[in-house]
């Protein structure tokens, strides 16, 4: 019974629907994954670990990993990097593995323009035993392995006090197996109030859409001296979540992020958990204008 519940559960996340790109609770620590072109923009090296477990207490809930790593490349003028994101639903298994390259163009303003491309393979597999119905009334349950292609654009503009990017992801539209990849717009924007050396205010948002279902998460951090933060998120898929982060010895970046269910799930499920470890090296100094 146990097995036919995660195969229902696998038949909805994947072949009723479109696949949806995950959607992580610390969305600033996931840029390089929803648009290249953040890629190598704000340091010299940034590697990133996040784990989220979605609905703990609900069986077959999603549970999805994310690594990456960038580095800003003076000699091409922008920055490389990779992402591999893994992402378990009921008994479904789901690889993404993307490259990533972005061109950084200094403007006279002091703000940088950077374009970004990723390209990469991913991969969808059922990893259990599926045991159909018993009764010739009830439908047959297919589940069929596959291997993609997939492909991202990116654009962002940043300055000293705002960030404003803007993605598509899932060019290539694959089908693995028993589902089709649907293209998404992502639109990543923020900007901060308040010096650097004390306490700053910082407003982000998060848009999300397959042009069929729109997920914005509206988030507010308050900041001291860019080194401790601890911010609440509005998602409107009914969610409230907290969130802190803590950059140390500017070399090392710490975050920890508690959803609240949604009242659909509030009875059974115990909240999701995210958890971030980053290592970052030094500013890029791309994003400030050569001067003559």
Do not use: C
Request: hydrophobic residues 40%; proline residues 3%; aromatic residues 14%.
């Amino acid at each position: 019974m146990r097995h036919f519940l995660l195969a229902i559960i696998s038949v909805i996340s994947f072949t009723g629907f479109s696949q949806q790109e995950p959607l992580f609770s610390q969305f600033w620590n996931a840029k390089t994954y929803y648009n290249p072109a953040t890629t190598g923009m704000y340091y010299k090296h940034l590697s990133t670990t996040i784990g989220r477990w979605q609905d703990v207490g609900v069986d077959g809930a999603p549970v999805t990993q994310l690594l990456g790593y960038a580095i800003n490349l003076k000699k091409l003028h922008g920055g490389l990097g990779f992402t591999y994101m893994h992402d378990y639903i009921g008994n479904s298994v789901f690889n993404k593995t993307k490259f990533n390259y972005s061109y950084h163009i200094a403007l006279k303003n002091g703000g940088t323009l950077s374009l970004g491309a990723a390209a990469g393979f991913n991969s969808f597999q059922y990893d259990g035993e599926i045991i159909p119905p018993t009764t010739s009334t009830d439908p047959t349950i297919n589940i069929e392995d596959g291997i993609g292609f997939t492909g991202d654009l990116g654009i962002v503009y940043s300055s000293k006090k705002m960030n404003f990017a803007l993605s598509t992801t899932q060019l290539t539209s694959s089908r693995l197996g028993s589902f089709e990849e649907s293209p998404h717009v992502v639109l990543m924007t923020d900007y901060i109030f308040g010096k650097e050396d004390g306490l700053q205010l910082k407003p982000q948002v998060f848009v999300i859409s397959d042009l069929v279902k729109v997920n914005a998460d509206i988030n507010a951090q308050l900041l001291w001296k860019q080194k401790i933060g601890a911010g609440i998120t509005y998602k409107t898929t009914e969610n409230i979540s907290f969130s802190v982060n803590w950059d140390i010895l500017k070399k090392f970046r710490v975050g920890y992020a508690y959803d609240f269910a949604a009242s659909a799930l509030s009875g059974i499920s115990k909240g999701s958990h995210t958890g971030f470890f980053g290592l970052v090296f030094k500013e890029a100094k791309e994003r400030v204008p050569n001067k003559k």
